[in-house]
């Protein structure tokens, strides 16, 4: 496993995301998130949506900042 990677849950309106962000260790979350630009990348990538529903599994996803509400480091 990558070092660099972090698992997280990110959740917006409509769907709940797990996968990995690349973070340097002992950099936070937060501190990724105001850096990034528009869009954070995913990768492998699972999105579900309400009633536990997987709509669909990625290698590489782009997540717009706008739409996301929560993000959750995993252990």
Same mark, same amino acid.
């Given at each position: 496993?990558?070092? %660099?990677?972090?698992? /997280? #849950?990110?959740l917006?309106?409509?769907?709940?995301?797990?996968?990995y962000i690349?973070?340097? !260790?002992?950099?936070?979350?937060?501190?990724?998130?105001?850096?990034?630009? %528009?869009?954070?990348? /995913? #990768?492998?990538?699972?999105?579900?949506?309400a009633?536990?529903?997987?709509?669909?599994?990625? !290698?590489f996803?782009?997540?717009?900042?706008?739409?996301i509400?929560?993000?959750m480091?995993?252990?």
């Amino acid at each position: 496993m990558d070092n %660099n990677k972090t698992k /997280v #849950t990110i959740l917006t309106g409509s769907y709940r995301i797990k996968g990995y962000i690349d973070l340097m !260790p002992g950099a936070r979350v937060t501190d990724y998130l105001i850096e990034a630009k %528009n869009f954070i990348a /995913v #990768t492998d990538a699972e999105v579900w949506e309400a009633g536990e529903r997987r709509v669909l599994t990625a !290698p590489f996803l782009n997540v717009s900042r706008d739409f996301i509400q929560v993000v959750m480091p995993e252990s």
